[in-house]
């Protein structure tokens, strides 16, 4: 559960832009150790590129983010990798590498950030492998298993160098309601058995309500946070029209769901 007392992400007035155009303004957060921590919002509102800025792909025109009590974009580019290194990201397709095993894929952080030797990566790969119930696909090619299966392997990936904040990108998009359900129940054993906090960019609303306790929702029109609070406290208490419409799927008063 959520440690009330420790925030070990914070956002403060940011401004996310893609040159003039601005994406999301004033937006400000705290992403409380061992949550599961929501994006919500429309389609085009800005969720993913929020994301992105969060794991150190989009630098912000205005504001402030820290990483526990680090300012993340105030020191050089070694300071931000040795911040990223806490980090694990799982993306929307999985991102794995076709022309590699999901072994070979797994390895690869390994490989490239640690000095282990190459029988100690195999043995923590099939540990991660493992973990996510994956263990007979080692020695797979991606295009040999199914799309759920993929979303596991790269989660495997994501934590491969044991990082205490997780990202995930639309982890539920794609699958059918059994394999999104398993893997809500894989994301609530990495917070409950490895202690990490989450944070999760998704539309799946059965999913969010099931797995998410603190979120933010994003709105394009004004392009600026409308609401915070987790899915179901925004469910089931939040009285703007726009975020009432979304977590119950109605069409608003312009005819968007």
Known sequence: MPDQSQTVLSLRDVTLSFGPK???KNIS???????????MGGSGCGKSTLLKSMIGLLRPSAGEYHVGDEN????????RTDLNHRFGVLFQSGALWSSMTIGENIALPLQMFTDLKPAVIRRLVELKLGFVGMLQAIDLYPSEISGGMRKRAGLARALALDPDILFFDEPSAGLDPITSARLDDLILN???????????????LPSLFHIADDGIFLDPRTKTPIAHGSPRDLRDNCTDPQVHAFMHRERDEEGNT
């Open 72 to 79: 993340y974009w105030a020191g050089d580019e070694a300071h």
């Open 29 to 39: 957060l705290d992403v409380r150790k061992g949550s599961i921590f929501a994006v």
């Open 22 to 24: 601005v994406i999301q």
């Open 190 to 204: 990495l917070r409950d058995g490895l202690g990490a906090t989450i944070i999760i960019v998704s539309h799946e």
